[in-house]
Nanobody
Framework: QVQLVESGGGLVQAGGSLRLSCAASGRIFSINAMRWYRQAPGKQRELVAVITSGGSTNYADSVKGRFTISRASAENTVFLQMNSLKPEDTAVYYC???????????????WGRGTQVTVSS
């Protein structure tokens, strides 16, 4: 089993910044990728950013230049630095980790419970 603990959400004014964290623990042999998704009320969940085991990153067009995903590999922790926040960034943000429990284990997808980010205008 893998557990994810997210933190860092909250209420911020437009133009402000927040930093989300997601710590993975449990049976982890390796991590393929760590992702942040978000889901706004009445909308589908969307991928915000991803970082692979090799350090490659990718972002949704809507957050490029404003959000930065990074990883502390030794701690199996992923961060999402969010700058220049806009009201349309308001959503529940979810951490997702793709991992293996052992060398021969299949890849497992684990989701966090989500953390609310609210940006006021």
């Amino acid at each position: 089993q893998v557990q994810l603990v997210e933190s860092g959400g909250g209420l911020v004014q437009a133009g402000g910044s927040l930093r989300l964290s997601c710590a993975a623990s449990g049976r982890i042999f390796s991590i393929n990728a760590m992702r942040w998704y978000r889901q706004a009320p009445g909308k589908q969940r969307e991928l915000v950013a991803v970082i692979t085991s090799g350090g490659s990153t990718n972002y949704a067009d809507s957050v490029k230049g404003r959000f930065t995903i990074s990883r502390a590999s030794a701690e199996n922790t992923v961060f999402l630095q969010m700058n220049s926040l806009k009201p349309e960034d308001t959503a529940v943000y979810y951490c997702n980790v793709e991992s293996r429990g052992s060398r021969l284990s299949p890849v497992r997808d684990t989701w966090g419970r989500g953390t609310q980010v609210t940006v006021s205008s």
